[in-house]
């Protein structure tokens, strides 16, 4: 797992099982207003990550892939918060984004917003971005690059990176 600055860190994942508990963990430090935006290509294991993340978060409900739904909203017991699982996969521009009323939920306190092929609708996105980039390195192996640009996703990358390296 290198360490590549206090801003970004890289994690191999050996398989889709694994994907799912690295976000398991990014999800249980996720408190509200935080959005995750995840990139990469079919396959990657995006919808996987995202999965992950709202079993830690606590979701009641199935997460599934919300390609045609475009927007999947999920709820928790402890609270009145909202997971939200999005897709733009479909979105082919940035008025479409905002059409979906993103604006609104991207960084809502009350809420946790994952997206996935978020590098289509980038420009929507608030500063306070944790940005993940899936790539493929063989059948089961995945590279995460998780990048954050502001002070909130920074504490909470370092949080993961001890979560996930114990330092």
């Not at 008025?95 to 917003?113: I, R, S």
């Not at 690059?145 to 949080?159: A, P």
Request: glycine share 10%; hydrophobic share 40%; proline share 4%.
């Amino acid at each position: 797992m290198p360490i590549l600055s206090p801003d970004a860190l890289e994690f191999i994942s050996r398989n889709p099982e694994q994907t799912r508990r690295v976000g398991a963990r990014l999800g249980t430090l996720l408190t509200g207003g935080e959005v995750i935006a995840l990139e990469g290509n079919l396959g990657t294991g995006k919808t996987v990550l995202a999965q992950g993340i709202g079993i830690g978060w606590g979701v009641t409900t199935q997460l599934l892939s919300p390609t045609f739904i475009l927007i999947r909203r999920h709820t928790r017991h402890q609270d009145k918060n909202y997971f939200y699982h999005i897709d733009l996969y479909r979105v082919a521009t940035l008025q479409e984004a905002l059409d979906l009323g993103l604006e609104e939920l991207l960084g809502n306190p009350g809420a946790v917003c994952v997206v996935e092929w978020a590098d289509r609708a980038a420009d929507l996105f608030p500063a306070e971005t944790l940005w993940v980039v899936l790539r493929t390195l063989d059948e089961q192996r995945r590279s995460l690059t998780f990048r954050t640009y502001g002070d909130r996703t920074r504490v909470l990358l370092e949080k993961l990176r001890k979560e996930l390296a114990g330092y």
